[in-house]
T-cell receptor, first 115, second 114 residues
């Protein structure tokens, strides 16, 4: 069974600074997908960024980028120029590509952006 | 808004009550999911439906009973719940074959069992 570990329950960052959220996972699969989801306070969870394991290039979405280290099974999220709206719970998630859309989530990191 | 709605947003029920949670998506998706979100725990996948057929039951107690009458609607029927069932219940949907495999989440129903 796959597991996803987020070792930072809470983090804080000053507005306009950069912060990195860590995520490690365990799998015996060679092809899979990794995701970062964001859940703002009292709001719906939305996808932030996605990485296909077969792609060596790290995914980037505006201020959000990932550092995908397949051999180390590490998938960290970097948020540049942090904004107050980035305050949220961030969940790392894993999905096998061949199986059904069964996603395994981590426990989440609560990020607070400080003005 | 993600296009996935859930009602009610908050629910308080006694252990002997029967209630239902409703989820609706207008995204043309064919797969729908129920998750349980408890504090300091990973999201727990409960049920998966694909084209109205249940494809996953993650060892969920029988006091939770899902129903998927069509690809746009998903229900979770609750009866004789326990206090430890208090949690945020999230519904999600996705489109099979979609390259992104992104799941779209509803706002959740905050359930309190007294």
């Amino acid at each position: 069974a796959q597991t996803v570990t987020q070792s930072q329950p809470e983090m804080s960052v000053q507005e306009a600074e950069t912060v990195t959220l860590s995520c490690t996972y365990d799998t015996s699969e060679s092809n899979y997908y990794l995701f970062w989801y964001k859940q703002p306070p009292s709001r719906q969870m939305i996808l932030v960024i996605r990485q296909e394991a077969y792609k060596q290039q790290n995914a980037t979405e505006n201020r959000f980028s990932v550092n995908f280290q397949k051999a180390a099974k590490s998938f960290s999220l970097k948020i540049s120029d942090s904004q107050l709206g980035d305050t949220a719970m961030y969940f790392c998630a894993f999905m096998n590509s061949g199986g059904y859309q069964k996603v395994t989530f981590g426990t989440g990191t609560k990020l607070q952006v400080i003005p | 808004e993600t296009g996935v709605t859930q009602t009610p947003r908050h629910l308080v029920m006694g252990m002997t009550n029967k209630k239902s949670l409703k989820c609706e998506q207008h995204l043309g998706h064919n797969a729908m999911y129920w998750y349980k979100q408890s504090a300091k725990k990973p999201l727990e996948l409960m049920f998966v439906y694909n084209f109205k057929e249940q494809t996953e039951n993650n060892s969920v107690p029988s006091r939770f009973s899902p129903e998927c009458p069509n690809s746009s609607h998903l229900f979770l029927h609750l009866h004789t719940l326990q206090p430890e069932d208090s949690a945020l219940y999230l519904c999600a949907s996705s489109k099979e074959g979609q390259l992104t495999y992104e799941q779209y989440f509803g706002p959740g129903t905050r359930l309190t069992v007294t």
